[in-house]
C-alpha cells in the first residue's frame, strides 16, 4: 500500500472530527444569532439608544465631549428619529471647562430583524462604530396634523425667478434679468417696467425686500437700492451685501461663515448649512443640534407661533415638497402634511406671515412662484 492508500484509510476519525467542529461551530452561530434576534425584539428605542450611549461613553477619553449629528435613512419617523438624537445628546452629556469634541455620526437604518443604531466615533486618525438594535413591535399613529399649508400660484416665467413681492397695486419679479414691475389690469398681469441687471452665476440667487418706496435688491457681490415705480434710472448699487460674489451662498461676515439661510428663534439661531443640514447654535454661538431638511426653509410666524417650513432632501431632477415643523428640545415635529410641488424647490424665503416658495416645473421647464399661508383652523 503506497503512502497515498495509507492516508486515506486513516481519514475518517480526521472527517468525525472535523465534522464536530464545524457542527460546535455552527450550533454556536445559530446560539448567537438567535440571541441576537432576541435582544433586537427587547429592546425599545430608549433602550437601545442607552445602551449605544453607554458604548459610546466606553469610547470617550476623560477629557472628550460628543458633538453628536444624525441622518435617518430608515422608515423610522422623523419624530422619533429626533427623539433618538436628543437621546443620546444627553446620555453623552458632559460637564467640562475646556473639552476636546469629537463627531459622533448616529445612522439611524434598518434590516430584515428591525432598526439600527449606528454610531461612528471620528477622531483624525480612526473611526470607531458602536450598533445597538430595537424593534417598534405596535406601529404608533401620527397625530393629526396641526396645521394645513395652502399654496396660491403667483407668477409663472421662462426666466428663473429668485424671488417675489406683491404689493397692493403691484407685483415685483426679481429674476436673472433683473427687477421687473407688473401691475393688474382686468385681472391680469401686465408688465410696466424693468431694470437690467444681468446674473451670471451658474446657480443664481436673489434677494427682494421692500420698505415704503423703496426695494432693496440683493444680489452675489452687490446691494441694489431702486424705486419701487421701477423708473428708467439705473439702480444705486455697492459692492458686498448679503451673497458672496460668485456664490449662491451668504455670507455676513460673523460667527456664522457662508450658509444658505439663516433665522432667529426664540434665544437660538438657525442655519441651513453648507452640507444641506440644518444646524441650531444657542445663544453663545454653539452648536447644539442638527437635523435634515434640505437646504432652504423659511420661518413663518402665522397662528401665533413661530414655525419652520422646511423642503424636502430631493435633488434637482425630482419633485419637491415642504411641510412644516416646530421645535421640540431642539428636534424637529412635523405639524403639517407636506405639499407637493411639481419640481424641485429653487428658493424658500419670509413672506409677511408666510412664506413664498419658487420651483422649476419638470413637465414644463418654467418657474413658478407660490403663496405660502397657513389655515389655523385645526
Known amino acids: ?110 434590516n430584515l430583524r428591525g432598526y439600527l443604531l449606528i454610531a461612528e466615533i471620528r477622531r483624525e486618525a480612526e473611526t470607531v462604530v458602536e450598533m445597538a438594535e430595537f424593534r417598534i413591535a405596535v406601529p404608533v399613529s401620527p397625530p393629526p396634523s396641526a396645521f394645513t399649508i395652502e399654496s ?90 448679503r451673497f458672496k460674489a460668485e456664490r449662491n451662498t451668504q455670507d455676513m461676515r460673523d460667527w456664522r461663515g457662508e450658509f444658505f439661510a439663516s433665522a432667529e428663534l426664540g434665544a437660538d439661531t438657525l442655519l441651513a448649512g453648507m452640507d444641506g443640514r440644518i444646524h441650531i447654535h444657542d445663544a453663545a454661538h454653539s452648536s447644539q443640534a442638527v437635523f435634515d431638511g434640505g437646504s432652504d426653509f423659511a420661518v413663518i410666524t402665522a397662528c401665533g407661533g413661530r414655525h419652520i417650513a422646511l ?16 421645535l421640540v428640545n431642539r428636534a424637529p415635529v412635523r405639524v403639517s402634511e407636506p405639499i407637493e410641488l411639481p419640481g424641485p424647490v429653487t428658493a424658500l424665503w419670509p413672506a409677511g406671515e408666510g412664506a413664498v416658495a419658487i420651483a422649476r416645473n419638470l413637465a414644463t421647464g418654467k418657474y413658478a412662484a407660490y403663496s405660502l399661508t397657513l389655515d389655523c383652523g385645526r
Open 311 to 326: 423642503t424636502g432632501t430631493g435633488d434637482a431632477t425630482s419633485p419637491d415638497s415642504i411641510a412644516l415643523y416646530d
Open 152 to 241: 396660491k400660484l403667483l407668477w409663472e416665467q421662462e426666466a428663473r425667478i429668485l424671488d417675489i413681492a406683491v404689493l397692493p397695486d403691484s407685483m415685483l419679479v426679481l429674476d436673472t434679468a433683473g427687477p421687473a414691475r407688473y401691475e393688474r389690469h382686468s385681472g391680469k398681469w401686465d408688465r410696466s417696467a424693468a431694470i437690467e441687471m444681468p446674473l451670471m452665476v451658474r446657480d443664481p440667487r436673489g434677494r427682494l425686500e421692500t420698505n415704503g418706496d423703496l426695494a432693496t435688491i440683493h444680489e452675489p457681490g452687490v446691494t441694489c437700492t431702486v424705486p419701487i415705480a421701477l423708473p428708467p434710472a439705473p439702480p444705486r448699487c455697492e459692492e458686498g451685501g
Open 1 to 110: 500500500m503506497d503512502a497515498i492508500g495509507a492516508g486515506r484509510q486513516q481519514s475518517p476519525p480526521c472527517i468525525l472530527l472535523c465534522a464536530s467542529s464545524v457542527m460546535i461551530r455552527a450550533v454556536a452561530r445559530g446560539f448567537l444569532l438567535l440571541m441576537m434576534v432576541v435582544a433586537a425584539r427587547a429592546d425599545t428605542l430608549d433602550e437601545a439608544v442607552a445602551a449605544l450611549g453607554q458604548k459610546v461613553s466606553g469610547r470617550l477619553a476623560t477629557s472628550e465631549a460628543a458633538r453628536i449629528t444624525s441622518r435617518n435613512v430608515s422608515s423610522l419617523p422623523a419624530a422619533d428619529a429626533a427623539k433618538a438624537q436628543t437621546a443620546l445628546t444627553r446620555a453623552l452629556q458632559r460637564r467640562l471647562r475646556n473639552p476636546k469634541l469629537v463627531e459622533v455620526a448616529l445612522t439611524i437604518s434598518e
